[in-house]
């Protein structure tokens, strides 16, 4: 990796965003990099706001925060806007949906959530199918290593479901890319 | 060895603490030292250890040296309000002489305050935090890798020289997940308390000539008194003026006897720098960050980082810190770790505090924009 | 002083410092028999104490014992029997330790059910700094700090505890001196937590602000209001007012907590235990 990455997913509470941070966090330590991640949340279990974010690099990460984040992504819409502003000058921001707010000209609309809902069946899984999209549009880690450590981390009986849910994640973010 | 993998820092602070040999752990869930909690009620079953949640934190350190007087290595973990409510049982701990290690993962405050951000506020309550004079030691790592060291080393700490020692992280570094590959020198290697002597006459609070007296634990067969009482060598109360003058002198000593092997800073860059950052935990990664940043540029910039805050490395600082132009002490609080290096350097090089009580991490940037302005 | 005291107590700790005329004196002989009826070894009995007058037992006797701070007795013995479960362990405490600033670590002891036996000195009175009420003086008694008589009311220490899910709670009084030690060994005997009530004296904090002349007044005033557990239930209501019963009040089968544990290490080493 030639790269440092620096990733923010927002998100409200209980939507598996910090799950999903700690999986890429995982695939890219198995790729050799140094990696940091962490999260930010309000006081509710459920609702409130949710950031997580990911850093990856082949150098040593010392700072330990993201300030100008080159990958951001938005599941829902509570506290996007005051990070927006952070995104890097040709970040790219993948959101969960569509919108008509200006946004900057890196931007991928993926339905996230109705992905989960009506093509894996279960709207739980919208955080793995997200993790899909994430890989499937920046490559910061291989399909292989993501999909390995995201099996690592879901329990074994949610296991064929959450694969499918990468899968159609993966080929929603492909497509993403190519149609830009 | 060798391993690699993703740690979070409360993470490697268990860890490191089961390597040490801890088997015991109490304590009461709180923001944002739980996961501890949390990770420690996985673990410890496993390997025969016990754990338990307790009513509060006062119960929790007090379990936790119940514990320690049977012989078991014993830990607890807390935040800000339970660091408070422990304070009476850690000077009994420190009175008493009884191996105990308590992390206090920080959080902004004072009272409830903002529970889920980071603050390095508790720097002089780990050190004063409980009423007399006392010994005390405080480590604070910066790295997930350090926390899990560090952590086992508090624990030989408290184990080799009888006294509480604190791991004071904050709630950025106990939070983080960050890859880590344990080396050589990570490894943690298990020290335990001395105990009485076969043939010699045995009291439990002897003046020996290393100031550490052996400890019998409960069931031993030695039938020993503890009390947070002062009390003589033979461990019962006293208030014969000169013995207790002799007394507090040992027991506070003791740490001051062994402090080339307890005190630990490290520095970057150093030698030749004009402007020497003082930092610790997580702000030294930001200072560590405009180290790297501003000596890109040609800057003469250099790191001191204590990683033993108590006893304050005060030779090592003042060492590292001769003849530089200007010393800064980045902190988040209104400047408490400053007033330890202010005293240390007594008046040789200029001194600046740089201050944060937002609940944010002083940046990279925050310590680059004061330098700038400063010169 | 016999045989059973040069056994058991640290005769070169003597005198100790309670007044002439204390009941505490009485409640550690009645413990020291109990021991040795037990048949326990001094090197695995571990004696806890709080702060106060009674704290100070522990010094006395020739055990593995702790003093601790105010209130937190349980606390470390808990520590101290989850450690070691070989240990016997026994607790002192005073009224202010038990029912006021470690009275949340007397319920919780209660709930949990830990294999200690718990032994509260209750003579209604903070002795050691002065004669302040304490939870357990009666309403319109004298006290340093209810100098026109007391307002509070009080803790019934035996229903407190019984509520809180005490698996064996009995009560006596320092008057009823062989009771006492008949009542140890059962509280020791019980696998559980036990909590053993010792209504007390002290005449010179309590007594003397009290119309108590003498120590021999609060003794006798003890044999006049304490009701065997088998009268009680005969006594009518009207006669009972005033009045408070001693014996054995609640005794029943528990899970012990570090038997508990115990169970619960064996089952995930063997890698049965079901996990979220």
New interface residues.
């Given amino acids: 990796m030639n790269k440092r990455w620096e990733v923010r997913l927002i998100g409200t509470g209980g939507q598996g965003i910090v799950t999903v941070s ?1 999986i890429l ?2 695939a890219s ?1 198995k790729e050799g ?11 509710e279990v459920r609702g409130g706001y949710s950031t997580a974010y990911v850093i990856a690099s082949n150098k040593s ?5 993201i ?1 100008s984040p080159n990958v951001m992504m938005v599941m829902s819409d509570t506290s996007y806007k005051k990070y927006l502003p952070e995104l890097a000058e040709d970040g790219m921001l993948i959101m969960n949906g569509h919108t008509e707010e200006t946004l900057p000209d890196k931007v991928y609309f993926v339905p996230i959530t109705d992905i989960a809902h009506d093509k894996v069946k279960r709207p739980i899984t919208a955080n793995i199918v997200s993790l899909g999209v994430i890989v499937g549009i920046t490559g910061m880690v291989s399909e292989k290593t993501a999909l390995e450590a995201m099996e690592a981390a879901v329990p074994s009986r949610a296991l064929e479901i959450n694969k499918k849910a990468f899968a159609l994640g993966l080929e929603a973010g492909k497509a993403a890319l190519e149609n830009k | 060895m060798g391993e690699v993998k993703l740690l979070q820092g409360n993470e490697a602070c268990v860890f490191g603490a089961l390597a040490a040999g801890v088997r015991f752990f109490a304590g009461y869930p709180i923001t944002p030292s739980t996961e501890i909690a949390n990770i420690f009620a996985r673990e410890l079953p496993k390997i025969g250890g016990k754990f338990m949640q307790m009513e509060d934190e006062i119960a929790s350190i007090g379990a936790v040296i119940g514990a320690s007087c049977t012989g078991m290595k014993a830990i607890t973990a807390t935040s800000g309000p339970g660091f408070s409510l422990m304070q009476e049982n850690i000077g009994f701990a420190a009175e008493a002489e009884i191996p105990c290690v308590i992390i206090n993962v920080m959080r902004f405050g004072p009272s409830t305050g903002l529970p889920t951000h980071p603050s390095q506020a508790d720097f002089m309550q780990s050190r004063w935090g409980t009423h007399g004079d006392h010994p005390v030691i405080v480590i604070a790592p910066y790295t997930a890798r350090e926390a899990y060291r560090e952590t086992g080393r508090a624990v030989n700490f408290s184990e080799k020289y009888r006294v509480p020692v604190i791991i004071l992280m904050d709630e950025i570094l106990g939070h983080l997940r960050e890859r880590v590959e344990f080396k050589e020198e990570d490894i943690v290697k298990e020290v335990n308390r001395k105990g009485p002597e076969a043939g010699v006459p045995f009291f439990p609070y002897e003046h020996t000539d290393d100031w550490i007296p052996p400890f019998a634990n409960f069931g031993s067969g030695y039938r020993c008194h503890i009390t947070g009482l002062i009390h003589d060598r033979t461990g019962f109360p006293t208030n014969n003026p000169e013995i207790v003058d002799q007394v507090m002198r040992r027991m506070n000593g003791k740490i001051d006897k062994h402090i080339d092997e307890i005190c630990r800073i490290s520095t970057v860059d150093v030698e030749d720098a004009e402007i020497v950052i003082v930092a610790f935990g997580s702000v030294a990664r930001s200072a560590a960050e405009v180290v790297r940043i501003m000596r890109s540029m040609g800057k003469k910039i250099g790191l001191i980082r204590p990683v033993t805050l108590w006893p304050f490395p005060d030779r090592e600082i003042k060492k590292a810190a001769e003849g530089k132009k200007a010393i800064i002490v980045p902190e988040m609080n209104l400047g408490q770790m400053v007033r330890e290096v202010i005293r240390t350097i007594e008046g040789e090089t200029p001194v600046h505090p740089l201050n944060r009580i937002d609940g944010e991490l002083i940046t990279p940037r925050d310590i680059i924009d004061f330098i700038e302005e400063m010169e | 002083m016999g045989a059973i005291h040069e056994k058991y107590l640290r005769m070169d700790k003597l005198p100790h410092i309670w007044c002439p005329g204390c009941g505490n004196g009485i409640i550690m002989s009645s413990f020291i028999r109990a021991i040795e009826k037990l048949g326990y070894e001094k090197d695995e009995v571990a004696a806890v104490s709080g702060i106060g007058c009674s704290g100070r037992i522990t010094g006395y006797m020739d055990f593995n014992t702790l003093h601790t701070t105010h209130g937190r007795a349980l606390v470390f013995a808990t520590g101290i029997k989850m450690a070691n479960p070989g240990l016997k362990v026994f607790v002192f405490m005073g009224d202010g330790d038990a029912a006021a600033i470690g009275g949340n670590h007397l319920i919780h002891s209660c709930r949990r059910n830990i294999d200690i036996t718990a032994i509260i000195f209750n003579n209604h009175i903070y002795g050691m700094t002065g004669g302040q009420f304490s939870p357990t003086t009666f309403r319109n008694k004298y006290a340093t700090t209810a100098p026109y008589g007391t307002t509070d009311p009080d803790f019934d220490l035996v229903n407190l505890c019984i509520g809180a899910g005490a698996s064996y709670v009995a009560r006596s009084t320092s008057y009823h001196a062989k009771m006492l030690t008949d009542l140890f060994v059962a509280g020791a005997l019980h696998k559980g937590f036990a909590v053993i009530e010792v209504i007390t004296h002290c005449p010179v904090n309590f007594g003397r602000r009290n119309e108590f002349d003498t120590p021999a007044d609060m003794l006798r005033w003890q044999k006049d209001h304490a009701v065997r557990t088998a009268k009680a239930d005969m006594v009518p209501m009207e006669e009972m007012e005033g009045k408070f019963v001693i014996g054995e009040l609640i005794k029943k089968e528990k899970p012990e907590y570090v038997e508990e544990y115990d169970r619960l290490i064996e089952t995930v080493r063997k890698g049965d235990a079901h996990r979220e």
Avoid: E, F, H
């Fill in positions: 700690i966090a995982n330590v990099n140094n990696v940091v991640q962490s999260q930010n949340y309000g006081p990460i010392l700072y330990p925060k300030d």
